[in-house]
T-cell receptor
Framework: SQELEQSPQSLIVQEGKNLTINCTSSKTLYGLYWYKQKYGEGLIFLMMLQKGGEEKSHEKITAKLDEKKQQSSLHITASQPSHAGIYLCGAEGGNSNYQLIWGAGTKLIIKP | DAGVTQSPTHLIKTRGQQVTLRCSPKSGHDTVSWYQQALGQGPQFIFQYYEEEERQRGNFPDRFSGHQFPNYSSELNVNALLLGDSALYLC??????????FGPGTRLTVL
């Protein structure tokens, strides 16, 4: 079965600094989603990547899917307190597989 | 647009009891997925409903069952509750295979 590994598990970053979160899959990714979660709350959709080499940006957050489609990275530029939370990557299992498999999450803390 | 709504917000039950959680999808969405999220972990897929039928099921026992109504809203039922069922239960809706929009979740505590 497919597994997603996120790194690091947690991250403490000084406000204004850049950071990167990684998501590595044990199998080829057919669709990779990035979500953000505030503690104990629902998930907020950030971005979806489908094509190898694809890169998307929203405000100060950029996500990439590598050419081999087995790893994605999420990069935050000039971090702000509003970026604090848990970042989760989720992946589709394939054409006939509707479920999303999830990583364990990366907890991001922004130090003022 | 109200987005995805879930009820109740919090719930406390005792072992052996039964619980029903409810979800209303975002307007225009026809697919509802349910997830269980234990503290400090990613969500685990329970099942997905489409056209009032369970389209796919994750690795959860038969104690977990669901339903989707003609208006696309959905219920998650859990029978014979165990301590290990304590978790945040998330509902997500989507249109076909587009990105999923999540509700705020229901926090279930089993004592």
């Amino acid at each position: 079965s497919q597994e997603l590994e996120q790194s690091p598990q947690s991250l403490i970053v000084q406000e204004g600094k850049n950071l990167t979160i990684n998501c590595t899959s044990s199998k080829t990714l057919y669709g990779l989603y990035w979500y953000k979660q505030k503690y104990g709350e629902g998930l907020i959709f950030l971005m979806m990547l489908q094509k190898g080499g694809e890169e998307k940006s929203h405000e100060k957050i950029t996500a990439k899917l590598d050419e081999k489609k087995q790893q994605s990275s999420l990069h935050i530029t000039a971090s702000q307190p509003s970026h604090a939370g848990i970042y989760l990557c989720g992946a589709e299992g394939g054409n006939s597989n509707y479920q999303l498999i999830w990583g364990a999450g990366t907890k991001l803390i922004i130090k003022p | 647009d109200a987005g995805v709504t879930q009820s109740p917000t919090h719930l406390i039950k005792t072992r052996g009891q039964q619980v029903t959680l409810r979800c209303s999808p975002k307007s225009g969405h026809d697919t509802v997925s349910w997830y269980q999220q234990a503290l400090g972990q990613g969500p685990q897929f329970i099942f997905q409903y489409y056209e009032e039928e369970e389209r796919q099921r994750g690795n959860f026992p038969d104690r977990f069952s669901g339903h989707q109504f003609p208006n696309y809203s959905s219920e998650l039922n859990v029978n014979a509750l165990l301590l290990g069922d304590s978790a945040l239960y998330l509902c997500a809706s989507s249109f076909s295979r587009s990105e999923q929009f999540f509700g705020p979740g229901t926090r279930l505590t089993v004592l």
